[in-house]
């Protein structure tokens, strides 16, 4: 069954600073790998997502996630952090593509933005 | 832009009555889908719908709750008689080719 991992619960950076958040994966074949933010009181978007290809992808919001097979990771990362980045996010990994494609989700990593 | 939309944002009910949970995907979307977020867990899967019939369900989906898809548009999730347990908030999904899920903002339920 796949499972995913996101390890940090909290993380807080200053505005400007640079961010990283871990997400390790688990599963049988090529796995589809999403990165959702949900803001309070808000649905879950779609910040990104790797099915294939280049292992670097590019999202939305200026954020960015590579795929490493060997470490079975998927780490959100983003340069600079703006004060309205603070939400709670999301990775998750999808099964096979096709119909009923279920994802799973990480606890999700909260990030705070210091001032 | 199109989005999932999801009626009512908030709803309060009594233990032992049943609920519904509207949502109206995006329209040229064929696959649909129910998740849930107890306060302070994961988002999990609950069931996954395309051509009018539940095509993959999680453990979570019991004889409680059911889809229905009743008039081409909206996408519905009732829970027949709702327990303590069952206070979350309900996420509906929405897909064209079974990949990239649409959410929409989300029911918050709570069972009293």
């Known amino acids: 069954a796949q499972s995913v991992t996101q390890p940090d619960i909290h993380i807080t950076v200053s505005e400007g600073a640079s961010l990283e958040l871990r997400c390790n994966y688990s599963y049988g074949a090529t796995p589809y790998l999403f990165w959702y933010v949900q803001s309070p009181g808000q649905g879950l978007q779609l910040l990104l997502k790797?099915?294939?290809?280049?292992?670097l992808v590019q999202g939305i919001k200026g954020f960015e996630a590579e795929f490493k097979r060997s470490q079975s990771s998927f780490n959100l990362r983003k340069p600079s952090v703006h004060w309205s980045d603070a939400a709670e996010y999301f990775c998750a990994v999808g099964a096979d593509n096709n119909a009923g494609n279920m994802l799973t989700f990480g606890g999700g990593t909260r990030l705070m933005v210091k001032p | 832009e199109p989005e999932v939309t999801q009626t009512p944002s908030h709803q309060v009910t009594q233990m032992g009555q049943e609920v519904i949970l509207r949502c109206v995907p995006i329209s040229n979307h064929l696959y649909f889908y129910w998740y849930r977020q107890i306060l302070g867990q994961k988002v999990e899967f609950l069931v996954s719908?395309?051509?009018?019939?539940?095509?993959?369900k999680s453990e979570i989906f019991d004889d409680q709750f059911s889809v229905e898809r009743p008039d081409g548009s909206n996408f519905t999730l009732k829970i027949r008689s709702t327990k303590l347990e069952d206070s979350a908030m309900y996420f509906c999904?929405?897909?064209?080719?079974?990949?990239?899920?649409?959410f929409g903002q989300g029911t918050r339920l709570t069972v009293v």
């Open positions: 719908f395309y051509n009018n019939e539940i095509s993959e």
């Open positions: 790797y099915f294939s290809g280049d292992t």
């Open positions: 999904a929405s897909t064209r080719f079974g990949n990239e899920a649409f």
